[in-house]
């Protein structure tokens, strides 16, 4: 599978928006996307006019970047979500979140994703009590997701005890002392807080 192993704030800048793909690192004055927020390359401040195909890239790629999937995954997102009931857009969205390294990044266990994916790739959580290191694995309302018995003393997860749960979705809910969260419902559009025009990506994929 294809890897970014370049800067990953580059890509903020290319899209022009903070996709926050560096936890902490994001919110501070450091952050280079604050410093620099051309797209990078020789004639990133160059203005251009976008058609309505490059918007609707754009945010193709933007979606994809928030969320680290590849093309081919993100396409399989928008093939079952145009086969549910319901907006295709809000499908869509609703099955990246449920993405488990994704609940795990809402739950506050991880300060990226992409650090949260590899705390999953690493089997230190279970679904229902059953390890699970898939981090594209897809949760179901009332799954419970627990730190492992054997992991629980590992000196990251002691930190996490002493944390205080803020933000958190009204579909998740976490126990930092336990360790352990559950599923409460299927996330909906109002509880995705990126900023996101799911409309332009299925323009661009029904075409």
Request: aromatic share 8%; glycine share 6%; proline share 3%.
């Amino acid at each position: 599978m294809a890897v970014y192993r370049d800067a990953k704030c580059k890509l903020c800048r290319r899209e022009g928006a903070k996709l926050f793909l560096k936890g902490d690192k994001c919110y501070m004055e450091k952050c280079p996307f604050n410093k620099r927020p051309t797209a990078p390359g020789q004639h990133g401040a160059a203005r251009k006019k976008v058609s309505e195909y490059g918007q609707q890239l754009r945010e193709k790629q933007k979606t994809k970047r928030i969320y680290g999937v590849q093309e081919g995954q993100f396409r399989h997102y928008y093939e079952v979500a145009d086969r549910m009931k319901g907006i295709t857009g809000e499908n869509m969205l609703s099955l990246l979140e449920r993405r488990l390294d994704n609940v795990i990044f809402r739950m506050g266990i991880g300060s990226s994703r992409t650090q949260a994916r590899q705390l999953v790739n690493h089997s230190h959580f279970t679904v229902n009590g059953r390890t699970v290191n898939i981090p594209s694995y897809i949760v179901k309302a009332g799954d419970v997701i627990a730190v492992k018995e054997t992991r629980k003393n590992n000196k990251f997860f002691e930190q996490i005890k002493t944390m205080k749960v803020a933000n958190m979705p009204k579909w998740l809910e976490f126990d930092p002392e336990k360790l352990e969260g559950k599923i409460l419902a299927l996330p909906t559009r109002e509880d995705v807080d990126s900023q996101i025009a799911e409309h332009m990506i299925v323009e661009l994929y029904s075409k």
